[in-house]
């Protein structure tokens, strides 16, 4: 059964204590919204579910493949789109059918003969996207997805979120912009900046 937990967790960047005592429980067809003003810590608490950065504290339990994007697009400038997502497909182990049904559900199919130098923020954007789907991970850990994208590929992204989790995935994602995401549980990450804990605690007694 997919799935992915995390209790006390704390995290140390340098000497600064970002966030403390932390924690979620999510099954499959879960998922996580992650809030919180720049520097509360999203990106971290996603490098540290992604196995990326070791917690200071706390634990990370995880059922299943996990699967990151962040915010830097790795797109090989010389590689076409179509040969950026058949070199992950053959990495993946997916089908060239992988291949095309990404192409298709991220409308990059009229985009599959240009090179990763000659795409747009956005495009490039779509592209990390196709990374993810061809990848064919049950935990999906995506952050800032929507960065660069223009309306119409957010509702894609909401759309191609919404199948993931109706076919039993998980998704964690961040975001400062309205992200269409039912019944997920949320998490703003200032709750959690040092010293907060005390005050839920307060709050909560
Ligand atoms: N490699 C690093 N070394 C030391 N401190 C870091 C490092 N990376 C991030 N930080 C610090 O950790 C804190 C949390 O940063 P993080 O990128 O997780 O925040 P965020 O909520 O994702 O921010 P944003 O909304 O701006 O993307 C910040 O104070 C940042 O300066």
Request: aromatic share 4%; glycine share 12%; net charge negative.
């Amino acid at each position: 059964m997919t799935r992915l937990a995390a209790s006390h967790l704390t995290c140390l960047r340098g000497a600064r204590l970002v966030f403390e005592d932390l924690g979620f429980d999510l099954a499959g067809g879960g998922a996580l919204l992650l809030t919180g003003p720049n520097g509360s810590g999203k990106s971290s608490l996603m490098r540290v579910l992604a196995g990326l950065l070791e917690p200071f504290d706390g634990s990370v339990d995880l059922d299943g493949t996990a699967a990151y994007i962040g915010h830097h697009d790795p797109v090989k400038p010389t590689l076409t789109v179509r040969e950026s997502l058949d070199f992950w497909a053959a990495l993946y182990g997916a089908d060239a059918s992988d291949v095309d049904a990404a192409l298709d559900q991220l409308a990059l199919t009229d985009l599959a003969p240009i090179q990763g130098r000659l795409l747009s923020s956005g495009q490039r954007r779509r592209l990390t996207l196709g990374r993810l789907l061809v990848q064919g991970a049950e935990i999906w850990l995506m952050d800032e997805p929507t960065v660069g994208l223009d309306t119409a590929a957010v509702k894609r992204v909401e759309s191609l979120v919404a199948a993931h989790r109706a076919a039993g995935g998980i998704v964690v994602l961040s975001t400062h912009i309205e992200f269409a995401l039912p019944g997920a549980q949320t998490l703003d990450l200032g709750d959690f900046a040092p010293g907060r804990a005390v005050d839920r605690a307060g709050e909560a007694a």
